[in-house]
């Protein structure tokens, strides 16, 4: 009887265990319960396309977010490179070549609205840039006698030197002679002038990619004999593009120039449409393919507090061995061609700098202007960077274009 006793008094004390457990666990469900997670719609995942083009539009999306979220500028150009240890195998753009007929590539490869520039000046700037030249005028024609006499002294005999030579060293005299009388008599009324960097001959070097253009007859056959590949087979691919050039100079500042063109003038996809297209390989034109890496610099390393390009002066001792038979449309032609080919690349490279690549879309527009001369011929440019994206899909689907 003693032992039931014990017995009974051991399986109410594990009764009253138990519900005092059950309790304590029922209890903080009750007070958590929350019906946040619940919806009054159903949400599913979203279903996606499974075929082998869409699993390849998302790789190239991921490696895009990828790029975009690196948080330095070296990074992002070492992330960009990371997929070919040898280097890309590149077209060249260069201040020293520019093919027949090369206009419409350029516009394709920057995606630029080309337009003449309205003759219609104010009469009130007008008046304030003849006050302009009236100051500086004596003095540039002192420095242009001073770069003339410097020429004949030092090269007395001209007939072995190469005529591109010639030119180049001829026009850098000028140009960097005129600029320092341009700064040194505007600079009392135009503040700014003494804050701007001035770089001789410097590094421009801007790498993208565009897309639109034709696949080679190789990938082609290669992808027919492929049975997951064979629709795409015709598809347009994207060729990176690699600008090198030195200009004699170039001056920039910590703030840059203001804009041109209004937004809805940079966003419609109606001017867009109206932009050449150059869909065949750009060996057809004569641009050489080179493997490298792909190089962004504007002139100057990052972290430089001057990073806004405010005017270069390009050479254009390329047209000089340009072969008369082309005709003088195409003259004109190919000079509008350097002068976008020089504004784009310049801008492109300093908006790398600015966090924006190829593959990461400006959010503000950058301008810049440009100067192709000789010293005796003058061609003013003005250039609207408005989009970097030129590859894939965006070629025809970016409404935006830049303006030159």
Known sequence: MLILRQNNKLRACINASNNRCLATKVQPAAQTNNNSEYTDEPQYPEIQDVSFKARKVREKEDWYKEIEEVPTVEEKLIKINMPRYYGYKVFKLTDEKLPYNCLPAIQHYTRTI??????????????????????????VQDALEFAHEYYKHKYPNTSNIDP????????????????????????????????????????HEAFWFVGGIDPPKNVVKSKKGHSWQKEMANDSVDRPIQYNGTPYLALRHKYQLPTFKSDIDSENMELAKTIPRFNYDPRTLGFVPAYQHGINVPGFWPGARNGFGCISYQSRAVMNIRPASFGEVDFKEA??????????????????????????ELTYPMNTQTIVTNGKDWSFYEYQLNTLLVHSRHIDDNPRVNFC
């Open 114 to 139: 080309f337009e003449s520039a309205d003759e219609n000046i104010a009469p009130e700037a007008l008046q304030k840039i003849n006050t302009f030249v009236e100051a500086a005028k004596s003095d």
């Open 335 to 360: 000079l509008h061609a350097h002068g976008i080919q020089t504004s784009y690349a310049w801008l492109l490279a300093q908006a790398n700098y600015n966090g924006f690549n190829t593959f990461s």
């Open 164 to 203: 591109q030579v010639m030119e180049r060293t001829f026009t850098q005299l000028i140009v960097e002679q005129i600029n320092r009388v341009l700064i040194n008599t505007l600079a009392a009324d135009i503040s700014y002038l003494n804050e701007v960097d001035v770089d001789y001959n410097p590094r």
